[in-house]
């Protein structure tokens, strides 16, 4: 009797382990593009520096002034994508896990 209580709990449980993996999953994933986007911004921070070293009229600087923005941009909307694809991911997986978790638990009635 012990072991079939311990087995149910095992079970009843192990949809929360899931839940735990996916939002762990979820969690390196954001943390992995932040990490990505910090070091892009970074790199184009240092890039921006020498470069504006090497200006020497003004329209020059405006023009490297806009590309280091369009630059910045372009790695937002692309981290920006990659977060909601992460998110959209963990979501579907969370609604299947909760799916069949009910449908599981209907079943004992």
């Known amino acids: 009797m012990f072991q079939d209580m311990t087995k149910f ?20 994933e954001l943390s992995r593009h932040q990490m990505e986007c910090t070091k892009a911004f970074l790199e184009a921070t240092m890039q921006q520096t020498q470069a504006i070293q090497k200006c020497k009229t003004p329209a020059e600087l405006l023009e490297l002034q806009q590309a280091y923005a369009k630059e910045l941009e372009q790695t937002l909307r692309s981290a920006n994508a990659q977060n909601l694809k992460a998110m959209q991911d963990a979501r579907a997986a969370v609604e299947k896990l909760a799916s069949g978790s009910l449908t599981r638990f209907t079943q004992y009635k």
């Open 9 to 28: 709990m095992n079970e009843s449980m192990e949809p929360f382990k899931d839940l735990v993996s996916i939002q762990t999953q979820m969690f390196e």
